[in-house]
């Protein structure tokens, strides 16, 4: 099992054409570093695609989910930095609008920013 302690957004677009070192490239250039035990979540252009990467430590994982109709509710401000909530990361691969959630439930939340 992978453990994840945080789930960031590549919010934006990305080019997904390239495997995990573009990818892992990607992550060094917005976020400096790739902590472990982080998960690091983009999309393509349409919000059809998403693919994760995942550095537990010792290596990367990548994994990837596409929807055949409709699309991620995915963040488009590329100045942003977003940190997703265990139940935001749920509602968002459902493909339900995480942003919406209630204040209940963001209170539950691990860390939003």
Known sequence: MIRIEAVWLAVGSSDL?????RLLGQV???FGVAQPHHA?????????????LVFDGAGIWLCARRL??????????????????AQQWDWLVAGLPWQRMTAAAQAEAIRVI
Not at 17 to 21: A, K, L, P, Q, W
Not at 42 to 52: E, G, H, Q, S
Not at 68 to 85: H, I, K, M, N, Y
């Open 40 to 52: 690091y979540v983009f999309a393509n252009r349409r919000a059809t695609r998403l693919k994760v």
């Open 28 to 30: 060094i250039g917005r």
């Open 17 to 21: 054409r390239g495997g995990m070192d």
């Open 68 to 85: 055949q109709e409709g699309g991620f509710a995915w963040p488009q401000d590329e100045a942003a930095t977003v940190r997703l909530s």
